[in-house]
């Protein structure tokens, strides 16, 4: 390793403070030789100063953190600074050959967060995941306090053609562009067998609007553009501009793909479907290139068929994410998504082609995407209500042989508001399985409830063998659940009780009693939800003792702290204490269910809203304590029997209360 000149970590902490640093490389070393980073723990920083000067630190001890402890840290105010290290940019010496090396390392060069806690621990985490918005990773960095700087990875290369790397690169020249000639090849030989794969696939699965149900709305307004695009003659007789660009936004698997294919079915006009994946690949420049491809090919089929033709690009929130000033940009997908809305904005007006674009993740997209003139309309495709439910349900069960006691209003009743398309037809095809397997003449209506429980909580772990003790410790959680879904106010029994392991990890269950969708929610069936939530615990406490309460309330806890939060900060549930009012910001995905709440307010406003949930949750968890208390002989005698059946159903819970006598005070609650 080359010898530069040899620094205190502590001015390089400063010099990044200052701004002075333009580039660090770290170097793990073991007896004054380079090595492995799996090989030592020590390293030294090669840092270059924004004049180009190079300079070493001295050996430091350094631990690895994965981000999640390092969010941990900063969260406990442990972090002081830490160093977001990318390959976004390169400081190279001269060199020729330097620089090809260095070409070929910015496919694979990995960013990374170097950090020193308070005490002086120096440590490198990994860096934030994909799925998180850089935007809010800089937020988070701001709330828990910690400085931080953005550097660049620096590579110094020998330029000397007879060093060490000088024959190895020399020979890699020489053979590069018989295998890149081939690679693109290739690549251009497998996309034709993909598209023509596809071709092949939409012509034998033809999708209209009869297979589409429960998101009638949606349905509508996409049947608008079906006559943007057959009348649009009519449209500009009035003087009407005909959208070119529509957004279909809603969670995954709600049908936001399946309106696209049945709108190009039904205006019988060529259909190109892609992904943001398919533009972008190692070679640079390659996006802008593909998405010109794609336009163009689109522009043919639709001059070809002398009609209309649709561009649908699934998951573009993947490209729309990243603006043009995101300090995390990466130049080439900012390049792609720039050609995407050139390739837009530059339709003729006796151009008939129509970019519809869906996604999951709309408040990641950038405003540019998202204006009128690109995507003109935002159609909104949501989850389904119960009589969508039911109607997606006939649909995917009209080839299936159901016995005439089977109700699929009955089954659309059973699955949860939140349940989506691809959820339901998921319940039918393993209803459908379920059947077969036990050699049935046709799908009962058990087959369906089966089914639903697989998908919600997966499949049943018989073979798992649970001690004597976690089973009956199970059996009362589970049994605090189901008393409390009975008496503190939810309609009546749950419809199920298991304490059978489920293949998602699930150490039991308790199902609800059947409701209709709710859309308003007030205090009290908040209040009555964290009662129904506290019961496990609650139950475990009554029986074992406070000392011996076990993890299996765990995310009760999370569910009922997450209910309080929302009462007090989003719904003004507390007015008495912090006013008609709500507290705090919420950002991220509400689509995908990843959001978090920025605080706006002061630290005495803090204190206030910790008091209000303290006393809610008090109040609610003495509240739980007293009926189960005053229920104990039932509580017990129904664990006994859950620990024994494994699973009860609420008829046999009223059974088991009707042989009880219980206490005066309970049976007058029982009786309200």
Not at 256 to 281: G, M, Q, R
């Amino acid at each position: 390793m080359k010898i530069y000149p040899e620094i205190k970590f502590d001015n390089f902490a400063k010099q990044v403070e200052k701004g002075l640093v333009g580039g660090i490389s770290l170097k793990y070393v073991a007896d004054g030789k380079e090595v492995k980073n799996f090989e030592s723990n020590q390293i030294v920083i090669l840092m270059q100063s924004r004049n180009g000067e190079i300079s070493t630190t001295q050996k430091i001890e350094i631990f690895k953190f994965t981000f999640t402890e390092f969010v941990s840290q900063g969260k406990n105010g442990e972090v002081d600074g830490a160093v977001i290290v990318s390959n976004k940019k390169t400081f190279r010496q001269s060199g020729f050959f330097g620089r090809i090396k260095n070409w070929f390392k910015e496919a694979t060069e990995q960013s990374y967060i170097l950090g020193w806690l308070k005490n002086g621990t120096l440590f490198i985490g990994d860096p934030p995941p994909s799925l998180l918005n850089p935007g809010d990773f800089a937020k988070m960095l701001h709330e828990y306090n910690i400085k931080y700087w953005e550097l660049d990875i620096l590579r110094i290369e020998e330029s000397n053609f007879f060093g060490k790397w000088g024959f190895m690169i020399g020979s890699a020249i020489l053979i590069f562009p018989f295998p890149l000639f081939v690679a693109i090849s290739n690549s251009n030989i497998g996309r034709k067998r993909d598209e023509a794969a596809k071709a092949a696939i939409a012509a034998k699965q033809k999708t209209t609007f009869d297979n589409i149900a429960g998101i009638d709305e949606a349905k509508a307004e996409v049947l608008e553009i079906l006559d943007f695009i057959k009348f649009s003659e009519e449209f500009a007789r009035y003087g009407a501009r005909t959208p070119k660009g529509f957004l279909f936004v809603g969670p995954p698997g709600c049908g936001k793909t399946l309106l696209a294919k049945a709108l190009a079915e039904e205006a019988k006009i060529p259909f190109k479907a892609v992904v943001p994946s398919e533009f972008v690949t190692v070679w640079r420049a390659s996006g802008a290139t593909s998405v010109r491809a794609v336009f163009q090919e689109v522009r043919n089929m639709a001059k070809a068929n002398g009609t209309a033709a649709i561009l649908f690009i699934d998951e573009i929130d993947s490209l729309g994410s990243r603006g043009i000033d995101s300090q995390w940009e990466d130049k080439e997908d900012s390049r792609t998504i720039t050609q995407v809305l050139t390739e837009m904005d530059g339709f003729q007006p006796n151009e008939k082609i129509f970019v519809i674009g869906a996604t999951n993740r709309p408040e990641v997209m950038d405003p540019a995407i998202r204006r009128p003139g690109r995507f003109d309309r935002e159609i909104i495709v949501p989850f389904p209500d119960l009589k969508g439910r039911k109607e997606i349900l006939s649909v995917h069960c009209r080839n299936k042989p159901l016995s005439p006691e089977t109700d699929l209003e009955k089954v659309a009743e059973l699955t949860p508001l939140g349940f989506s398309r691809a959820d339901l037809a998921n319940v039918a095809n393993e209803a459908s399985i379920r059947a077969v397997r036990l050699k049935k003449r046709s799908i009962e209506i058990d087959d369906f409830e089966m089914a639903i429980e697989k998908v919600l909580v997966g499949s049943e772990r018989k073979s798992t063998i649970m001690r004597e003790e976690d089973k009956i410790r199970a059996a009362y959680h589970e049994m605090g659940h189901g008393i409390m879904m009975k008496f503190a106010g939810c309609g009546g029994f749950p419809q199920k009780i298991s304490i059978i392991p489920t293949t998602k990890g699930v150490g039991g269950f308790t199902k609800a009693p059947q409701k209709e969708d709710k859309y308003y929610y007030t205090k009290k069936d908040f209040l009555t939800r964290i009662k129904v939530l506290f019961g496990g615990r609650a139950a475990e406490e009554i029986i074992y003792g406070s000392d011996e309460i076990s993890t299996g309330a765990k995310e009760d806890l999370q569910q009922v702290t997450k209910i309080v939060e929302e009462m007090i900060c989003d719904f003004g549930m507390a007015s008495d204490i912090l006013g008609p009012r709500t507290l705090g910001l919420i950002e991220g995905s509400p689509y995908l269910g990843k959001t978090f709440r920025k605080r706006n307010y002061s630290e005495k406003t803090a204190k206030d809203v910790d008091s209000a949930i303290r006393e809610i949750l008090t109040n609610c968890y003495n509240e739980t304590k007293k009926i189960l208390e005053d229920y104990r002989q039932y509580l017990e005698k129904s664990a006994q029997e859950l620990k024994k059946k494994e699973t009860l159903n609420g008829e046999e819970m009223e059974t088991i209360l009707k042989e009880i006598k219980e206490p005066l005070g309970a049976l007058s609650l029982f009786l309200l």
